[in-house]
């Protein structure tokens, strides 16, 4: 009996431990052997990368004041891909969307996709609703962008979160499945519309621009905003900062746990222009007087430009982060072009091309001489008028101080049209100044060669009317300035400079730019007496009785200067003014050329302005303070400017006798020479336009207390019916 008892109890003990042995082996098998296969099946923790878009640089006058800077904002993401999945965990399919499309052969397409939308409304907003962050946005957006990147990059569902609302998302993320906050960077233009078309304006991130391969290393790819106009784009490549990266772990739900590892973003390089913003400012406000125009103001003794201004202008931050549609169309079919940089476009410059003439003689010899006027010449069966009946025979600083056209179109002839070509390529007129700015266009001195390639041959009567700086001759505001600033100087032709240096944020200089200078006219056979004889006959023009430009006299320095009046091909704007001048004469500091469109005469549109600049700089100079205040935008007239004036009185709708002011025009130009309406190179510069919100994604207004997102249409088909 014992002895069975106690066989039962070792066969027992016997299977207890095969159990055992047979577990053991199992769990060893899975735990070890085969534990990466069993690992590999079970939902745990993943991780996945965000890139973080660099931090844009700031923009600087030469003084270190900021003009641009980025201000931090939040914004809310939607990971597409991850909302369908999630959706999908609910649903035995996805719902779809049918849209129609033309391919390239006008055929008509039907397509059939996933109606992300709706699978937002049902995944995502309702977690937004309760945290109170739904927000009208176009659908056709969200549509495009699933279409064109499928979940690879996030769509960007608010640029606006304030951070009362990102710390509320912060603190109470309740795991909305595809959603995240992220902290960026928004530009601002701290002025407004200050030297808004040398500044520019910035376009969102275009994932488009982006290569698939650089994308790939990234689960969510967040490009970087970039310049598509003025510095903001010259500059890009310096101002654009070094990406950052972010590591996020989420659980086996796809809901948010934490950040693994964060590498931050370094900003980008600060860039410091050659503009000083008190004598921006003194411009801008001065330039305000007249409905369309340009200023340019250039340090003739290095080339820096200190001011570029046109009229109208318009705000750079109306474009940040995207601009509406109903913006870009007001500035994009306003009549008077406020997107369009008059500075640095070229128009017949009418007498301030006189001075370039001028210089020109002066390679020959024909500075020396002496010319009749009579009230115009003769050329062929066309009589070429002076403006006035007749000046008698004037030597050239003479001419110069009364404009006179019949001079310089003996004297030009004289000098011959070889010596004027030399003479304006010296000078960098119908060639880029190679300003860094966009939109720049170089204009055209007229030559034999390329008024052959018109079918025209060349006469004494083409050289007539260069010397006059009418027909086919085009320069702009800027070109002009930098001859201002030559012969204020003494003959050197420096090249106008916008970007001074470009310094990183530890202070480390990455690039200087240093004046350069283009050409020496005393070292090109000029004399210096032969420069100070134009550079005489410009102060007659101002501080002499019988100049054309006495309104410029000024008391607090020396004032000297050109009138223009250039005609044109408009019926409705038959004259552009035009003023060049330079103070002081002794040691000029200040080289600067105004142009007011539709002007009626150099010296009554246009003089009045410069002189205001050149009074409120100098004035600045002895301690006078000029206050910085944002801008704006200045809105443009196509009215007649007759005259300025800056006694708080408007600008006149008419002239009143002024023996002062000539309007000093030719009577003979070619109405095929004539200058005509300038339309910008390729147009402009298209921005990123905000998408207004449809019907269905008017949702903003459902932010409430009470639980569950119900879609717009669905609650606008529930409204009772009225009934008749």
Not at 622 to 646: C, H, K, N, W, Y
Request: glycine share 10%; proline share 6%; with cysteine.
């Amino acid at each position: 009996m014992v002895t069975h008892f106690r066989f039962r109890l070792y066969s027992i003990a016997v299977l207890v431990m095969a159990g055992f042995a047979l577990l053991g082996y199992r769990l060893h098998r899975i735990q070890v052997t085969e534990h990466a296969g069993w690992a590999a099946r079970v939902p745990g923790s993943k991780f996945e990368s965000v890139r973080l878009p660099g931090i844009r640089g700031e923009i600087k006058d030469r003084n270190g004041l900021t003009l641009v800077d980025s201000t931090p904002t939040y914004e809310l993401r939607l990971d597409l891909r991850e909302v369908v999945v999630a959706y999908l965990k609910t649903h035995r399919k996805l719902p779809t969307y049918t849209w129609e499309r033309f391919d390239s052969y006008g055929q008509r397409e039907v397509k059939t996709e996933t109606d992300i939308v709706a699978v937002v409304e049902e995944t995502v907003f309702p977690g937004l609703q309760e945290q109170g962050l739904l927000a009208d946005y176009s659908t056709s957006a969200m549509r495009v962008h699933y279409r064109s990147n499928r979940g690879l990059v996030p769509f960007t569902y608010r640029r606006d979160l304030s951070f009362k609302e990102f710390a509320r998302f912060a603190e109470n993320n309740i795991g909305i499945p595809g959603v995240t906050v992220a902290r960026t960077g928004r530009r601002r233009y701290l002025y407004d519309s200050l030297a808004c078309h040398t500044l520019g304006y910035m376009n969102l991130a275009d994932p488009d621009q982006v290569p698939d391969e650089r994308k790939r290393d990234f689960n969510y790819y967040v490009g970087d905003d970039y310049g598509v106009m003025g510095v903001e784009k010259t500059m890009d490549h310096y101002l654009q900062g070094k990406a950052g990266k972010l590591v996020i772990e989420k659980d086996e739900k796809g809901k948010f746990v934490g950040e693994v590892s964060r590498t931050e973003p370094e900003p980008g390089s600060d860039v410091y222009l050659t503009i000083d913003a008190r004598i921006q400012m003194v411009v801008e406000q001065s330039l305000r007087k007249v409905g369309r125009g340009a200023v340019a103001v250039i340090d003739p003794r290095n080339g820096d430009v200190l001011a570029l201004a046109s009229v109208p202008s318009f705000n750079p931050n109306v474009f940040i982060p995207e601009v509406h549609i109903e913006d870009w169309n007001r500035y994009d079919k306003d009549p008077t072009s406020p997107m369009f940089s008059r500075a640095i476009n070229p128009y017949s410059p009418g007498s301030t091309g006189k001075i370039p003439v001028a210089l020109a003689g002066c390679l020959s010899g024909s500075c020396n001489k002496r010319f009749p006027c009579g009230g115009g010449a003769q050329y062929g069966s066309k009589f070429m008028k002076c403006w006035s009946s007749g000046h008698g025979t004037l030597d050239l600083s003479s001419a110069i101080k009364v404009s006179c056209n019949g001079f310089f179109y003996r004297y030009a002839n004289d000098a011959g049209i070889r010596d004027i070509q030399t003479m304006t390529k010296l000078l960098g007129l119908g060639r880029p100044t190679g300003i860094e700015v966009t939109g720049e266009n170089p204009g055209n001195i007229p030559s034999p060669e390329w008024l052959r390639m018109q079918g025209l041959l060349w006469s004494d009567a083409f050289t007539a009317l260069v010397s006059i700086g009418q027909g086919a001759t085009e320069v702009s505001p800027l070109q002009m300035a930098s001859v201002t600033a030559t012969v204020a100087n003494g003959g050197k032709v420096w090249q106008p400079r916008l970007v001074r240096k470009i310094v990183d944020k530890d202070g480390t200089a990455v690039k200087e730019d240093e004046p350069v200078l283009r050409a020496d006219l005393t070292r090109e056979g000029l004399k210096p007496e032969h420069v100070e004889l134009v550079k005489r006959g410009m102060w007659r023009v101002v501080n002499e009785g019988g100049g054309t430009a006495g309104r410029a006299k000024s008391d607090l320095t020396v004032v000297s200067g050109k009138t223009g009046t250039a005609q044109t091909a408009n019926p409705r704007q038959p004259t552009n003014a035009w003023f060049i001048s330079f103070a002081p004469y002794d040691n000029p500091e200040l080289a600067i050329c105004v142009f007011v469109e539709n002007g009626n005469s150099g010296g009554g549109a246009a003089s009045p302005i410069a002189k205001n600049i050149i009074d409120n700089v100098m004035a600045m100079q002895r301690g006078a303070e000029i206050q910085l205040t944002a801008l704006p935008e200045a809105i443009g007239r196509t009215d007649r400017v007759m005259s300025v004036a800056f006694d708080g009185h408007d600008v006149a709708s008419f002239a009143p006798a002024d023996e002062d002011s000539a309007v000093d025009v030719a009577a003979f130009v070619p109405d095929s020479l004539r200058e005509r309406p300038f339309r910008p190179l390729g147009g402009l510069a298209q921005p990123t336009i905000k998408d207004s919100s449809d019907s269905r994604g008017q949702v903003g207004r459902l932010n409430s207390n009470r639980p569950g997102f119900r879609p717009f249409q669905w609650l606008r088909k529930k409204q009772p019916r009225s009934r008749p």
